[in-house]
């Protein structure tokens, strides 16, 4: 009688550990399943270094290249990329085209009321002032710049970086900078009127003054040996998330991945290999 139940019980026990494993294969997740769930990554195609087209055709830049790190270390998902206008990316973003969409953008409440935007950031942009060379012993940084009352071509309401300046006039309500609002006008006009000192400095992104001014090639190199500039802050960038359910789960792995990333150094070494330095050195919170 004793073996009987001996044997009953061990079938039990059989039952109930092939139970266990039939179990986590059914709640495991999906790339077990080989439900990997693939989602739509827009980029601009032509904002080097950060997203861009290169000329074998390949998606590329920091951001996607980070995109690329965050997709190995989740089974779960696989990313599909499409180099794209920046109006193509927003608009497809909105409707659900797109899932994704990197384009060294900045965190906005107007974007976040739109997108949803992760707590960790991908990036960081890092702007400052362009100058005139001869003033750069008076202007070394904004604060020189606000006590002097330099005078800060215009900017757009629209734009972020109207956002930047008025951050920093709320903590020094004493001495802050004369933001005006901007109506239409060219990269060109900025830095011939700061040459022409109807302004004494464009707020200005400093990969774009070094592509413009600084290269050999910049559209504006002609302006090289009359014109300078001076570091502010690192202002983080964010990828935009179309806002949809499954798209909230997904941002929780994003979060979770883009720290591992820069624990382990793979944000700074890209970082180092697509700006030159480690943008996140000039992010102060």
Known sequence: MAKK???ITGGVLIILIGGTIIGRQLTGNNAANGKVKTLKVAHTQNYVPYDYVNDKGENTGYEVEVLKAID???PDYKF???GTSDEDLLIGLESGKYDIGTKGAWYTKERAQKFIIPKDAIG?????FTIRKEDKARFKNINSFAQLGGKLVPISPQNAQWNVIEDYNKNHKDKPI???????????DAYAWVLEKRYDAYFDIKLSFEQAVKDKDGSYHKYADKLTWIPYKGIETYPLIH???SNKKFVKAYNKAI???KKDGTL????KKYFGEDVFNYVTK
């Not at 960081?124 to 400052?128: K, L």
């Open 72 to 74: 190995k270390k989740l």
């Open 243 to 245: 806002r949809n359910q």
């Open 5 to 7: 139940k001996w044997f």
């Open 80 to 82: 599909k990329y499409t």
């Open 124 to 128: 960081a942009s890092v702007i400052g």
């Open 178 to 188: 004369d933001l005006k609002a901007a109506e239409s006008f060219t990269v060109a």
């Open 259 to 261: 720290k591992e990333l």
């Open 268 to 271: 700074s070494k890209l970082s």
